[in-house]
């Protein structure tokens, strides 16, 4: 059942609130507008749908705002309004996802009635929102981990990773699942924290390069050529100075070539222990072991680090692919990073590609590999097997450059 729309208005200009309530009111919702923060918190109630925000406001100001709703773990959609720059607005709306906030729309004062039409005629339909019931989240023990491993509880899934200019599939990336027998089928972020707290992430880690180096040759094109394999390598596991050495002979042991497997780091992970990452790093590209350097710019890696980390491939975060569409800062970090791995001689992948406007930008900026599910969701290896062969049926007959590289629905 479709739950009525409720909104709020908080503008130190009262012309403002009335023109909003008066034109949300003749399209059927609710509303209610203020000029002053107090009474905009004593209205704000668990209905409220969407608020109105301005962010300049004499006494408390938006951002003041956005940080009691954040504390108040805010469900409502909110639209920023304000006569400041866009670059500020657009640094509201990162503060706003930090803390938890859903930003759907912005009002740049001063904004006509058809723009303020448009924001109000985006607004989805809601659903009557569910009952909240307590969350109860189990805390996973050693023994309990240590039984998953033994009983081969842990599977790899994986996702294809397309050249963009010839619409080829070059890679796959590797991600590890727990197939809980009561709990099902658990996903890494709620489980790799623990195992690093416990002393067990290499085990996993071997596990998933065993798993993944046993599956890869399986995925090998008509002629035969090999795909890349990517693993995820835990910051703990690149203090170990044998990972070398002990990656390069479970590669030699399923007979997959080490300049087919690439290992990838997260930016973070580099400054942990420089000295001990750079040996084993350096050694890996030593035993021609390729090295990304994954969810590339949402760490606080130094750029004199980065320069001397022998990495082969950058790996744009989805967050900024995800927002180019809109987000003009977004777009050109992109279009950056792409240029600025291509100069150090480095491939590019871009994370998290779900449409097709955004593979054109992409492809118009220069990166190399796309990663998403534009193409494919992480599927096992069976699965996979027969999604590379329904892929590279259908591309046959496409032409990338030109027109659409086709999909699969996981």
């Known amino acids: 059942m479709a739950a009525k729309q409720v909104i709020l208005v908080i503008d130190d200009d009262g012309e403002v609130g009335e023109l909003v309530c008066a034109v949300a009111q003749g399209m059927g919702y609710e509303c209610t507008a203020t000029t002053d923060a107090t009474t905009f918190l004593e209205k704000l109630v668990a209905d409220t749908t969407l608020i109105l925000l301005d962010l300049m406001m004499p006494e408390m100001d938006g951002i003041e705002l956005l940080r009691l709703l954040g504390k108040r773990k805010c469900k409502a959609g909110i639209v920023l309004i304000s006569a400041v720059g866009r670059r500020v607005v657009e640094s509201a709306q990162q503060l706003a996802q930090v803390l938890g906030l859903s930003v759907v729309g912005q009002l ?26 307590p969350i109860h989240q189990f805390a996973i023990q050693r023994a309990e981990l240590q039984s998953a491993i033994e009983h081969n509880q842990f599977v790899v899934y994986y996702q294809p990773q397309v050249d963009i200019a010839t619409g080829r599939v070059s890679g796959v990336e590797a991600l590890v699942r727990w197939q809980h027998p009561k709990r099902g089928l658990i996903f890494p972020e709620s489980f ?4 690093e707290k416990f002393g067990l992430i290499d085990e996993l880690g071997w596990i998933v390069a065993n798993c993944g180096m046993s599956d890869v040759g399986q995925f090998a094109d008509g002629d035969g050529k090999a795909l890349t394999l990517s693993l995820n390598a835990s910051v703990n596991s690149l203090r170990d100075l044998d990972f070398p050495d002990i990656l390069v002979s479970i590669a030699e042991k399923h007979g997959v070539s080490p300049e087919d497997v690439t290992i990838e780091i997260t930016e973070t992970g580099l400054i942990i222990e420089p000295s001990r990452t750079l040996d084993i790093l350096t050694r890996l590209r030593m035993k021609q072991v390729k090295l990304s350097i994954d969810d590339f710019g ?75 599910y534009l193409f494919s969701r992480p599927i096992p290896a069976g699965e996979m097997v027969n999604w590379l062969h329904t892929f590279r049926t259908r591309n046959v007959h496409s032409c990338p450059q030109r027109g659409e590289l086709f999909s699969s629905v996981n």
Do not use: W
């Open 108 to 133: 740049q004062k001063p904004f006509r009635l058809a723009e303020l039409e448009e924001v109000l005629l985006r607004l989805p339909v809601l659903e009557a929102p569910p009952a909240v019931l």
């Open 298 to 372: 949402t760490g606080y890696a130094m750029m004199q680090q980065f320069k001397n980390i022998p990495a082969t491939e950058l790996k744009i975060d989805k967050s900024f692919v995800q927002e180019m569409m809109g987000n003009d800062r977004d777009r050109i970090m992109v279009q950056k990073t792409i240029e600025m791995g291509h100069e150090l001689g480095m491939r590019v992948i871009a994370e998290g590609v779900e449409t097709q406007e955004q593979l054109d930008i992409l492809r118009s900026s220069g990166c190399d590999i796309a990663q998403g």
């Open 192 to 195: 790799i924290g623990r195992m």
